[in-house]
C-alpha cells in the first residue's frame, strides 16, 4: 500500500521536503513500551522509562563555597574592619557542633555544613589573621559564599524526567542522590541489510564489477553509537523474492530494519515494490541532495527505512531522517533539534534552487575567524569526503547559490554519530 496523501510535496516531481518528512516521521512513530532495570553505570546512554525523583535535598545543608570563615553579618561593623574571635573549624565532613554567636568567627572549608549562628561566609583571601582573631574588611554582603540545600535538586522534585537520554551529567546528578538502579526503556533492536548483486562481504576477494559492502560497516558505527542493539543481516541480491524473505525475517527479530541501495528507478531497484507489497510506503522521495529516494514504511510491527546505497547518501539519509526517527522510536523525548550554527562560506557555493542540499564541509579558523569550506569532491560515492569532513553544509531549498563570505548554516559531525 503506498500512502498518497502527499498535501505537503515541496517539488513537481511529488518528492517531499526534508522538514515534512521528519515531522511525518515523528508523527507516525510511538515509542516503544519495553523497560529494565540497570545499574547506574550501565545506564550510559540509555533513556530513562520512568522519572527520577529526589528524595532528599542536594546539597543535603546549606553549605560554605569557599575557603574561608563563618560569621553572623551582624557582628559585622558597616564600614571599616571588624576584628572577630575565631572558635573552632568547620571541614568538609566534619561539621562544627557550636554556635557562631556575635563577635565570633568559625575557620570554614569549601563543602563544609554552615554552623548554627552563621548566615555569611568571608572569604579566606579578603581577611587578615592575628592570633586567634580574624580582620573582616567592609563591603561583604549577608548571604554570600553560600550554597544553599536543595539548590541542585530539592527534595520531592523530578530531578530527571522519563524520556532523557543519560550522558555523563546525568550519571553524576543521580549518583548525588544516591540513586543505584535505574529503569530504562529497553534498546531499540535494528536489523540491516545491504542490497545489490555487486555488493561483496569482507573476506572474499573482488571479482571484476564487484565492490566491497561498506554500507553495513558505517551503519553498524551509526547505529551503535545510538545505542542500538543491532542484527547485520549481510548482503541482499537484486531479487524480489530474497528482499522479500529479508524483510520479513527482519521484520520479526527487530523494531527497525534499514536497508541501503534498491531504492532508485533503476531496474534492479526492488525496495519500495516489495515494501509496497508487504506493508506500507509512507513516502519514498524527498526534496534532498544527496538521497532523493528514501523510503519511509513499515513491515509487520517494523519500521522500514530504506535509505541510496551510495555510500555518502546512506549516511547522510541516516543521520538526517532516520536517526531522528529511530530516537523518537527509542523513547527519547523531547527529541531535540540538531542545532545548526552560523558560520561566513570561505568559498563560493553552486547549487540549484529546488531541492534542500547537504554539502561536506570543513569548519577552520582561517585568518583568526571560523570559516566553512566545502569539499573539493562531492560525489555521493565518495566515503573519504565523509571522513575528512566535520561538517554538513545544509542549504536550504531557495537557495541558488552562495558568494565565499555569506553566511550559511551548519551541522557539525561531533555529536551526530
Ligand atoms: P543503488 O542505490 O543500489 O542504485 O546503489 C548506488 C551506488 O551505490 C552503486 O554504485 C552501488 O554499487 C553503491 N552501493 C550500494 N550499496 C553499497 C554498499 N553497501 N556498499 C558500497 N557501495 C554500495
Ligand atoms: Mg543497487
Same mark, same amino acid.
Given at each position: 500500500m503506498i500512502d498518497t496523501t502527499s498535501s505537503c510535496t515541496s517539488a513537481a516531481d511529488g518528492s517531499l521536503s526534508a522538514d515534512e518528512a521528519r515531522r511525518r516521521m515523528r508523527e507516525a512513530i510511538s515509542p516503544l513500551t519495553g523497560r529494565e532495570t540497570v545499574a547506574v553505570r550501565d545506564a550510559l546512554g540509555r533513556i530513562l522509562a520512568a522519572n527520577v525523583t529526589?528524595?532528599?535535598?542536594?546539597?543535603a545543608h546549606d553549605n560554605s563555597a569557599m575557603d574561608g570563615y563563618a560569621v553572623n553579618?551582624?557582628?559585622?561593623?558597616?564600614d571599616g574592619e571588624t576584628s572577630l574571635t575565631v572558635v573552632g573549624g568547620a571541614f568538609a565532613g566534619k561539621p562544627f557542633s557550636g554556635q557562631v554567636g556575635k563577635g565570633l568567627a568559625v575557620r570554614i572549608m569549601t563543602g563544609a555544613v554552615l554552623p548554627a549562628g552563621a548566615d555569611t561566609v568571608i572569604m579566606h583571601e579578603a581577611t587578615r589573621q592575628d592570633g586567634n582573631k580574624v580582620l573582616v574588611p567592609a563591603g561583604q554582603k549577608r548571604g554570600q559564599n553560600i550554597r544553599r540545600a536543595g539548590e541542585d535538586l530539592a527534595c520531592g522534585g523530578v530531578a530527571l524526567a522519563a524520556g532523557k537520554r543519560i550522558g555523563p551529567a546525568e550519571l553524576g546528578l543521580i549518583a548525588s542522590l544516591g540513586v543505584v538502579e535505574l529503569i530504562v526503556k529497553r534498546r531499540l533492536r535494528v536489523a540491516f541489510f545491504s542490497t545489490g548483486d555487486e555488493l561483496v562481504s569482507l573476506g572474499t576477494p573482488l571479482a571484476p564489477g564487484q565492490v566491497y559492502d561498506s554500507n553495513r560497516y558505517t551503519l553498524y558505527g551509526l547505529l551503535t553509537a545510538l545505542g542500538a542493539e543491532i542484527i547485520d543481516m549481510g548482503v541482499v541480491p537484486d531479487q524480489p523474492a530474497a528482499l522479500e524473505a529479508a524483510l520479513l525475517e527482519a521484520a520479526q527479530n527487530a523494531d527497525a530494519i534499514i536497508t541501503t541501495g534498491g531504492?532508485?528507478?533503476? #531496474?534492479?531497484?526492488?525496495v519500495k515494490e516489495v515494501l509496497a507489497r508487504l506493508g506500507e510506503v509512507?513516502?519514498?522521495?524527498?526534496?534532498?541532495?544527496?538521497?532523493r529516494p528514501m523510503a519511509f514504511g513499515k513491515v509487520g510491527n517494523a519500521w522500514l527505512f530504506g535509505l541510496p546505497g551510495n555510500p555518502v547518501a546512506a549516511m547522510i539519509t541516516f543521520v538526517e531522517f532516520a536517526r531522528d526517527a529511530l530516537l523518537r522510536l527509542a523513547g527519547l523525548?523531547?527529541?531535540? #533539534?540538531?542545532p545548526l550554527l552560523s558560520l561566513p562560506a570561505g568559498n563560493d557555493i553552486h547549487k540549484q534552487a529546488g531541492r534542500r542540499s547537504y554539502l561536506r564541509g570543513a569548519v577552520a579558523v582561517v585568518n583568526g575567524r571560523w570559516q566553512v569550506r566545502t569539499m573539493a569532491y562531492q560525489g555521493s560515492g565518495i566515503l573519504r569526503s565523509m571522513s575528512e569532513a566535520n561538517c554538513l553544509v545544509v542549504l536550504p531549498e531557495d537557495c541558488a547559490g552562495v558568494k565565499a563570505g555569506e553566511m550559511v548554516q551548519i551541522q557539525l559531525f561531533e555529536g551526530l554519530f
Open positions: 529526589a528524595t532528599h535535598d542536594v546539597p553579618f551582624d557582628s559585622l561593623a558597616g531504492v532508485s528507478v533503476g #531496474d534492479a531497484d526492488f509512507k513516502f519514498w522521495k524527498l526534496a534532498i541532495k544527496p538521497g523525548d523531547p527529541i531535540p #533539534d540538531f
